[in-house]
């Protein structure tokens, strides 16, 4: 037999019109398929083995615990735990796929899906890859058609297609459609079942080889129930239009995209049942007007369906060269690439009903990127902190001057006693205190211009702050010579009025109603001006017991209490427990508002404002300050809150909390706002108490003061699902802190110790907190 003769003849063999397009699976734990399987196997007809499942499964059971730290051990008895005691070939099934002759071992429909899926996530939830799953798809015209399909596949959007085109493949169609030399004169609709049957051999595919006529388009589009999408993608006109009619009487929505500037059309006949076809652009068109018309005929039609003042600039040229110079439409891969990720990601959004509009659409590559259209990128990287914050760095550096011992208490006097007061520390740095002098009193007011936060429940962190404010005046005021005695709140009619303090020449009066204790705490004001917040990790080191019992004696002097874990077990669990609040606080969209209204972003933000918490003082890693730089904005992190996802804002306080001495809660009896204010005072002592030590002091208050809120102010701003956190992490801290319900609790602090910062939060100056409202003292 010649050369020749026996090509013709294997031609002719595989010339098969039936050509098969669909895999058959084979489940072994089924008697007659294991049969099969093994007859199938005996005739020889199988040309390779791929059995990876026992990979697959392992890659599932990674998946599905992406903080599994495993070792190959671990991970194999997983595996093996997870088969339950089959071997590794009698699980899933195996799916002989004849065209290429291989057989394939897979895992079960639910788990291949879950597995091949999983990198979707969280573009698209497991919920929404479900619903998607569900869906039936059918798809006219396997040129741009079959990329759509085959994309559509490839995203889990729909399991059951239906795909029609008359057509085969000849060689022009491979400079856009994905298929093989070897595919060529295979019918179109086969070439694309076995792409989308090679992604996932658990989908169902109906084909119309013959392609769609009057006659079959309603069981094209409703036989064994009503498809939930049309993409229509064909070249007859005729069908283009009819399809349309039929699928709008079916109320199907229909999606086109046109290889023509990333054209995209909607029309959502589901929603507008009487919706005109393609827009109204054919009005007074019906399909039957478009039967016997010859392709130069069609022109005009094509010309009002695409509509467009602005072609590309070789679409015209082109449609004038049709049956000149060109047999048909020119189409290019790029294009029917780019119209398969349209269709794909307006067709996901549709079924999901995130998207309801109808309408023509475009993303023009040619209009989007070309020559001035590139988008300007401003550089988001972090100045050195030595050379960008230098200024600010000099400022906070600058020392504090007491007031000339033996001077009169005059206008400099009172501004250098406010200098050294509003160094006190306030919640998000906001520093909630106004000043007004009058002569030898000086009013320590609340800020009305700053509304109040969740965090600042009936403005009990404001009094905090104006408490610490008043320890830090008191302190300078004994230093340089005068008494002073502080009357809290001593005008009822009056809430804004805080605090009022007096100021006489006559040495130590003694305690006064603040619940300040003199004499030995006058050398803490030279610690004033060095006390800070300092974020520096620490080194792990236990709390010596010299401090604790210093920290623990001021705290009483001082008429609080303050409770010390320093156990390790203690402190890993105060961690966790401070990172689930750091959480709910991040994804609460009013506590996150609070929170990013805190921040200052970069150094001029810093010097404009002088308040808020300047991001350089958190000390973040590059990664750190990335991750914070995106959840700065909401939008990125709703979908987050609404997939419970977040975890990942735990780890902060955990690192901290695991790198710390000690964490300790100051506590003081009474929940009223005088009992905040003498609070304030006793944390600004035991602050600076600290500081003389050695300590790095860090607040972690923020949850606190959300117990509070649930706890005495019904959790108001709160969702009932942050209530009911926050009730689990209070029993859950109670275990390790004391509760004490008619005590406030006044800040939760980590102890270690560490270098001081390199940078500082700012303050505002004297000028714009005081006013002098009398007379200068004598």
Not at 126 to 155: C, F, K, N, P, Y
Not at 594 to 603: P, T, Y
Not at 649 to 664: C, H, N, P, Q, T
Not at 668 to 674: E, F, K, L, Q, S
Request: with cysteine; aromatic share 6%; charged share 25%.
């Amino acid at each position: 037999m010649s050369l020749e003769t026996l090509i013709s003849s294997l031609t002719a063999a595989t010339a098969d019109e039936d050509a098969p397009l669909r895999p058959t699976l084979y489940a072994l734990d089924d008697p007659a398929q294991r049969t099969a399987l093994g007859a199938l196997l005996e005739r020889g007809e199988v040309a390779a083995v791929r059995d990876a499942l026992a990979g697959q499964v392992a890659e599932m059971l990674t998946a599905r615990r992406p903080d599994w730290s495993r070792d190959a051990d671990e991970l194999a008895a997983a595996v093996e735990a997870h088969l339950g005691g089959r071997p590794a070939s009698a699980y899933g099934s195996w799916a002989w796929y004849p065209w290429s002759r291989q057989l394939v071992h897979v895992l079960p429909r639910d788990e291949y899906r879950e597995l091949r899926q999983s990198r979707n996530r969280y573009k698209i939830t497991a919920e929404e890859q479900e619903l998607l799953t569900g869906r039936t798809i059918a798809v006219i015209g396997l040129s741009v058609g079959a990329a759509s399909a085959v994309t559509l596949a490839q995203e889990g959007v729909g399991s059951r297609f239906r795909l029609a085109d008359f057509d085969r493949l000849s060689l022009s169609n491979l400079n856009r459609l994905r298929a093989s030399v070897a595919d060529v004169g295979l019918p179109k609709v086969v070439i694309a079942a076995r792409q989308m049957y090679e992604i996932d051999p658990h989908l169902d595919i109906e084909v119309w080889p013959q392609g769609l006529t009057e006659e079959n388009v309603d069981a094209f589009l409703s036989g064994g129930g009503r498809a939930d999408l049309l993409v229509e993608e064909c070249d007859d006109l005729y069908i283009k239009v009819y399809a349309r009619e039929r699928a709008r009487a079916l109320r199907i929505p229909v999606l086109m995209e046109t290889n023509e500037r990333g054209m995209l059309d909607v029309e959502r006949f589901d929603r507008e049942p009487h919706r005109p076809l393609l827009h109204g652009l054919l009005s007074g068109v019906a399909s039957a007007d478009l039967k016997t018309l010859s392709t130069r005929e069609k022109v005009p039609y094509v010309l009002r369906i695409l509509d467009q003042e602005r072609p590309s600039e070789r679409f015209v040229p082109s449609l004038v060269e049709i049956g000149q110079t060109i047999s048909s439409w020119p189409q290019l891969a790029s294009g029917v690439a780019l119209g398969a990720a349209l269709v794909t990601d307006t067709a996901r959004r549709l079924l999901l009903g995130t998207f309801t509009a109808s309408g023509r659409y475009f993303v023009d590559p040619g209009e989007l990127v070309r020559d001035g259209t590139e988008t300007v990128l401003r550089s988001e990287e972090p100045p050195p902190a030595g050379a960008a914050r230098e200024v600010a760095a000099r400022e906070v550096a600058a020392p504090l001057r007491l007031p000339e011992a033996g001077r009169p208490l005059d206008e400099e006097a009172v501004r250098r006693l406010v200098s050294y007061g509003i160094q006190a520390p306030s919640g998000g740095n906001v520093q909630p205190w106004r000043f007004v002098s009058r002569g030898r009193v000086l009013e320590c007011r609340i800020d009305d211009d700053l509304a109040p936060t969740l965090l600042d429940l009936e403005r009990s962190a404001s009094h905090l702050a104006i408490g610490a404010a008043v320890e830090n005046i008191d302190l300078a005021a004994r230093a340089a010579g005068w008494a002073c005695r502080a009357r809290i709140f001593p005008d009822p009619a009056d809430p804004g009025l805080v605090c009022e303090l007096a100021f006489t020449d006559d040495g130590d009066d003694g305690d006064d109603e603040a619940g300040a204790t003199h004499g030995p705490r006058v050398p803490l004001a030279e610690w004033i001006g060095h006390r800070t917040t300092n974020r520096a990790p620490g080194a792990d080191t236990p709390l010596a017991g010299p401090d604790a019992d210093e920290l623990t004696r001021c705290a009483q002097e001082s008429g609080a209490l303050l409770d010390l874990v320093t156990e390790r077990d203690g402190l890993e669990e105060v961690g966790r427990i401070l990172g689930a609040g750091d959480r709910l606080r991040i994804m609460s969209p009013a506590l996150h508002r609070d929170m990013m209204a805190e921040m200052r972003w970069d150094d001029e933000e810093v010097r404009r404002t002088r308040d808020g918490i300047d991001v350089a003082t958190l000390q973040l890693d590059r990664t750190d300050l990335a991750g914070i730089s995106i959840a700065r904005h909401w939008p990125n992190l709703a979908f987050i809150r609404r997939i419970g996802g977040g975890a990942s804002f735990e780890e902060g306080a955990r690192k901290l909390v695991a790198a710390s001495s000690a964490i300790g809660v100051l506590s003081i009896p009474g929940t009223t706002p005088d009992a905040y204010v003498r609070g304030g005072r006793a944390l600004q002592r035991l602050w600076l108490t600290a500081t003389s030590r050695g300590l790095a002091v860090q607040p972690l208050t923020a949850l606190l003061y959300l117990l509070a809120r649930v706890e005495r102010g019904g959790g108001a701003g709160l969702d009932p699902e942050e209530i009911a956190t926050l009730r689990t992490l209070r029993t859950r801290l109670a275990k390790i802190l004391p509760h004490r319900p008619d005590s406030a609790e006044l800040i939760l602090v980590r102890l270690s110790y560490a270098p001081p910062p390199a940078v500082r939060s700012l303050r505002r100056d004297v000028v714009s907190c005081l006013r002098f409202a009398g007379p200068e003292g004598a």
